[in-house]
């Protein structure tokens, strides 16, 4: 294993580290490798002008949409999140529950829900059935069958193909964020969304296959969390420098890692950066974190990347996605089903389902009392031309908790036509299927563009595999959610991992969450996790 570097460049015998990315990786690095201010010296250079990487937030119209602010990169998660509501705690902010409610597809033959029984769940109720079967084979032939596209595994198991198409693609591609690469995603992945404690977000449903409203939670105020989180780490010793991009990685040895950095306007060339100020100045640290994407990585190392480094970087594959945040719900019903119609209700079979109805139709509660009516959060609509890919969507207003609660209110109550939207249109080498024409200008809030991973089945046999085999190499460290699967979660539990294996200790939450890392730093880094022990 990777050994650190013998003499610190620190006069005082602390080693230097530079975390490039200042996102849920970088930030959780440097949060645990500053509980040790006697060990690390922690300089953090990010080329955005704010904390949070993709966790973002804007601002609202309060008198029109009923609340101030919206998070418009990551939204929320799963409850088994526990390093960042650690995290989120910790600064006095709070993820809220909520009970998800989805709509897939559009009209009586592409819609279902897990709000109440559609035709198109009696109409593949076989496939769901068998699916649950066919996870359990994945699982006993891992990593065999595992490392097989979900596409490969549709046809090895006789799935008809609008099970796939109208079912499995879009609930993979809206829950995972694999988008338009969901039929070449590993079959592991699929496994461990519906099985892996550690991971999944729900349990399978044999009838339904997503269940009746599970719990998921909505993150709180992302822009202003990441400014706490900022304030204390530098309260603490931590160098932030905001706008100042890491230009070249000269070389990395025993002795030093070598970086050029210049300073960076993100707001320039309409928000496509430029930079400014002097030309590039050299910097010397001991250890170099890039809590970055892939193939930023890739790109920054230049030259000096081993063959090693490029052939594992080079293995994730990224897409140029566009968010749409608007208010157009002409749209949104021209593409959608928003709300109950009688007509996409198949007729109940058991108790449970009769009180869905009467849920969905506002007659009766749902789970723990949860108020009607269907009001969906999630939505995805697949393309005739091409069912395998997707564009999907967020009902932010009926989604994230600060609609309801500025209002101290159980369902937001505001105007329907003013309801806040994403509509998220994936890879732009897709852009001639795109409905984002569709949407009234004069009802665009914002749009921004996102570099986002693909998580091809070759993710799963080149890059995850490959990571433990660069972690530490010349005093290099990789973080970020792409070392295993696009999760604000899996991103700061990476960053922890790091910081421990330059010589942190692991903070302790739980059994749950001392599984996953442990879990995680087996997979990534290659070393067996003991507790109370320290790996340097």
Known sequence: MAKASSEPL???????????????AGMSCAATLAQHPDKFKITIIERMGVCGGQATSISLDKEKYGTSWLNDGVQGGSPIFRHTFKFFKQYGHEPHEVRLQVAFGKGKDGFWTNCFPSQLIDQFSGDIRKFG???????WTMPVLGLVPIRVMLRM?????????????????LFLGTGNQTANVSCAILERLFDDPNMKLWDYDPDTLLPNLPTMVTFPKLDQFYKDWAADLR???????????????????????????????PDRQDRKGEH????????????????ILADDAKRLLGQSASWREKFVLGGAKFYDDITITHSDSKYFDSIYETKFNPELCAKPKTKAQEEQVAFSKNEGPGPDGEVGPFRP?????????????????????????????????????????????????????SKHLWTIDQIDESKIIERKWWHQLGHRWQHYVRVVPGMMFLQGQRNTWFAGSWT?????????????????????????????????????????????????????
């Open 133 to 139: 079967k066919v996870l359990k084979i994945i699982k």
């Open 377 to 429: 959060m999630y939505y995805t609509h697949s393309y005739p031309e091409d069912p395998k890919k997707i564009e999907m969507s967020f009902d932010c207003t009926n989604y994230q908790h600060q609609f309801r609660l500025d209002h101290e209110a159980d369902t937001p109550p505001i105007a329907y036509e003013n309801h806040v939207f994403q509509s998220i249109f994936l890879d732009k080498e």
């Open 484 to 536: 295993l699967v696009n999760m604000h979660e899996l991103a700061c539990v990476s960053g922890i991992a790091v910081a421990y294996r330059l010589g942190a200790e692991y903070e302790r939450i739980d059994d749950f969450a001392e599984t996953f890392f442990k879990n995680y730093l087996l997979l990534s880094h290659g070393v067996l996790y003991k507790a109370g022990k320290k790996q340097a």
């Open 157 to 173: 198991f006789f799935f008809s193909k609008d099970f796939g198409d109208k079912m499995v693609y879009p609930l993979i591609a």
């Open 10 to 24: 620190l006069s005082d015998g602390r080693r230097h580290i530079v975390i490039v990315g200042a996102g849920a």
């Open 276 to 291: 400014t100020g002097p030309p590039a100045e050299t910097e010397k640290f001991d250890e170099l974190v890039l809590a």
């Open 235 to 265: 309260t603490r010793g931590v160098d932030i420098r905001l706008k100042t991009d890491v230009t070249e990685v000269l070389s990395r040895g025993k002795k030093a890692v070598l970086l050029k950095t210049r300073p960076f306007d």
